[in-house]
């Protein structure tokens, strides 16, 4: 199992990144994926989620309205698209795959990708 995040990186407040995150390894369509953060000195919190096969969305409440959560199975690849970003979404973000049905149990994740707001 493998994953490859990319799109973090350094952005004003009020700025826009995507996050990517590709999956290798494993049957990404039989997994709900979300998208987790940590902070320093804080511990690591969900930040969106989504379904599958049904795409359901869940978010924090700290980041509805400027963040969504996106996936595409026949790329194996979940999306975190953030706008009106805020210096309170400076943390390492971390995507997560849970296996559903046959696959439940299985949890995942990716090594991190560094997300810095600040002017």
């Known amino acids: 199992v493998q994953f490859v995040e990319s799109g973090g990186g350094l952005v004003q407040p009020g700025g826009s990144l995507r996050l990517s995150c590709a999956a290798f390894?494993?049957?990404?369509?039989?997994?709900?994926m979300s998208w987790y953060r940590q902070a320093p000195g804080k511990e690591r919190e969900l930040v969106a989620a989504?379904?599958?096969?049904?795409?359901?969305?869940n978010y924090a409440d700290s980041v509805k309205g400027r963040f969504t959560i996106s996936r595409d199975n026949a790329k194996n690849t979940v999306y975190l698209q953030m706008n009106s970003l805020k210096p309170e979404d400076t943390a390492v973000y971390y995507c997560?795959?849970?296996?559903?049905?046959?696959?439940?149990?299985?949890?995942?994740w990716g090594q991190g990708t560094q997300v810095t707001v600040s002017s």
């Open positions: 997560n795959a849970r296996g559903i049905l046959l696959f439940r149990g299985h949890d995942f």
């Open positions: 390894g494993f049957t990404f369509s039989s997994y709900d």
């Open positions: 989504i379904t599958t096969p049904g795409g359901s969305t």
